[in-house]
């Protein structure tokens, strides 16, 4: 038989290549490029396809295929969550996504996205913070310090300017291995032993928690007016992060109002609860922040654009870095309907 | 940095190896398997969590995710469809699959699925006819001699005791290329110039073309009696090949009815108009074919549970054949919380 064409062949990035990819780059670099993708695809959002993320569950966890198109690209990525995965020493999230050509339907490239979930998720929030959060913000709360911890904590500083990380967890070893990676990185890093202590003096509260229930990371008491509460950890039907109350107080910000209903923590409110969607504000249709005394919340949830912007910008890069490998996934005959052939000539 | 753990990757069965495993196994034999593996699956239909495909449409095909689960193992299919790739010289249909631990939502394999689709799509075809054809029937038509051809042929023969084949195409290139294809494969192959000739003495039609348009390949007065008909090219919205007449005369059994009132043959009719699910035919619950004289009709769509048993068919195998690739696709740090200290590490 013959090679496989160039058709039959679909670039993947292996998670090696990925380290290496965001080795190179740098990762806050790459994070503060993701956010400018991610921030340009916001203002044409109604160009794209939308639908809710497609959701399988279990009673342990969930998994999730989040498709969306810009008209001429088509990206998905499959993700998973499993909040208890993590005592059987497995990642709580894992995730891989996929370009194609709208024109022929032909994958373009196949990518891990475990890591390059972590980035464009913190890129969002911070690209979010940037337009929500009061001026001259330069401390960070951050509640719950797993694996998203130290790429929200990087995303901050670069791109919001923010200057001090105050760390806490109800475990404090996750404090403690946050801290650490964080060591050299140009953060005043601080760990703390109770949600208060970490609140003191934070104009902005990332949430980032993993638990699977409808936990009150946050009470209504704890948070004072003019901050910023980024709510990552809420993302899933029946887990939630905060207080009720402190949502009636806030400002809302989603990304899609259809799927954060059923997984942000607004999930808590009327489904008529007033929300304000980001793309809007990014493109100038609808206010931010009102004032600074207002707590503006970003209830987020992840969405496919973001994927589908991440994916773009790494196929971009995947030429000149050469960090990936060519897959021989899709069959390819000599006649396209001789399917049956190619099978036949490759028993000679 | 030390190298990733046994969980970080994932067997990949690329389209060389699905190949070899097919000439492994034998066409005929894989899809007599996969037509059991399938007809099981149908039986404990209820327990399957079922969703009709998302799909992403443009003008000139559409990009499908096909996911489906039976709560211990999770899997989903990506297929494109678009009839202008031949042009291009590409497939019309590609696909790709994985399958996914529900427990964990680690995946556990990835797999080329336009092979595997074409059999699958055969073998569903098949066994559904060994329930609805006429007793007896030895003669097919097959109209539309494109990659699917030749599949549906040899599993015809292989399930239902075909034993000959007329073949016709708009294109006579396709059916002399079905019909070598086919020889000296057990099967007598006739190939016709009209479709009127290819139907001489058939019990059972197949019409497998690939027009995106509501076609008609079969009108009325070219159906006689107590035939059987596999339609198994109108399967998008816009995408038809029987005239509607022959529909209000048959007997038509679907896959999921959700999915099929869409994309089947009757979207041309009334959303209420009477189908039979081919689960309850299998698990004795519905009736099939009535009397000899009725006119069966698979209005075939494909769905997620169909390729799902295929998946798990060839995953089955895979340890014995070592026909597959380890890919290194999920981030698998020492500690599952220290995702960016492995993303370090990787630097050392």
Same mark, same amino acid.
């Given at each position: 038989m013959s090679a496989p064409s160039r058709n039959a062949y679909v670039p993947f990035v292996s998670v090696d290549n990925?380290?290496?990819?965001?080795?190179?780059? /740098?990762?806050?670099?790459?994070?503060?490029?993701?956010?400018?993708?991610?921030? *340009? #695809? %916001?203002?044409?959002?109604?160009l794209f396809d939308?639908? !809710?993320?497609? *959701?399988?569950?279990?009673?342990? /966890? &969930?998994?999730?295929?989040? !498709?969306?198109? #810009? /008209?001429? $690209?088509? /990206? %998905?990525?499959y993700v998973n969550g499993h909040p208890s995965n993590m005592k059987k020493g497995l990642q709580t999230v894992t995730a891989f996504g996929l370009l194609a050509d709208v024109a022929t339907g032909y994958p373009l490239m196949? =990518?891990?996205? $475990?890591?390059?979930? @972590?980035?464009?998720?913190? @890129? $969002? =929030?911070?690209? &979010?913070a940037k337009w929500l959060a009061p001026r001259g913000a330069t401390t960070m709360a951050m509640i719950g310090n797993g694996a998203q911890a130290e790429f929200q904590a990087l995303a901050f500083k670069e791109i919001c300017a923010i200057r001090e990380i105050?760390?806490?967890?109800?475990?404090?070893a996750a404090t403690a291995k946050c801290a650490r990676n964080l060591t050299g990185r140009g953060l005043n890093v601080v760990s703390c032993t109770t949600p208060e202590e970490a609140l003191l003096g934070a104009q902005i509260i990332t949430t980032c928690t993993a638990d699977k229930q409808n936990a009150t990371i946050l009470t209504d008491n704890m948070v004072g007016s003019g901050v910023h509460i980024n709510a990552v950890g809420g993302d899933c039907p029946g887990k939630t992060e905060l207080h009720r109350d402190i949502l009636l107080r806030s400002g809302i910000f989603v990304e899609y109002p259809p799927q954060t209903r059923i997984e942000g923590e607004i999930q808590q409110l009327a489904p008529d609860h007033p929300v304000t969607e980001l793309w809007q504000v990014i493109s100038g249709t609808a206010t931010g922040r009102q004032d600074a005394r207002q707590i503006t919340l970003f209830d987020s949830v992840g969405f496919a654009i973001e994927d589908f912007s991440a994916l773009r910008y790494v196929h971009?890069?995947?030429? @000149? =870095?050469? +960090?990936? +490998?060519?897959?021989?996934?899709? @069959?390819?005959?000599?006649d396209p309907r001789d399917l049956f052939g190619m099978i036949l000539r490759a028993a000679a």
């Open positions: 990925m380290m290496k990819l965001v080795l190179h780059i /740098g990762i806050e670099r790459m994070m503060a490029d993701l956010a400018a993708e991610i921030e *340009a #695809d %916001f203002r044409r959002w109604p939308k639908t !809710p993320r497609v *959701a399988s569950h279990s009673d342990i /966890g &969930v998994i999730e295929l989040m !498709p969306t198109s #810009d /008209g001429e $690209t088509y /990206g %998905f990525k196949l =990518s891990e996205m $475990t890591i390059l979930t @972590a980035l464009r998720t913190a @890129a $969002t =929030s911070a690209m &979010v105050r760390l806490y967890d109800i475990d404090p971009g890069r995947l030429q @000149a =870095s050469g +960090l990936y +490998l060519d897959l021989d996934m899709i @069959a390819d005959p000599d």
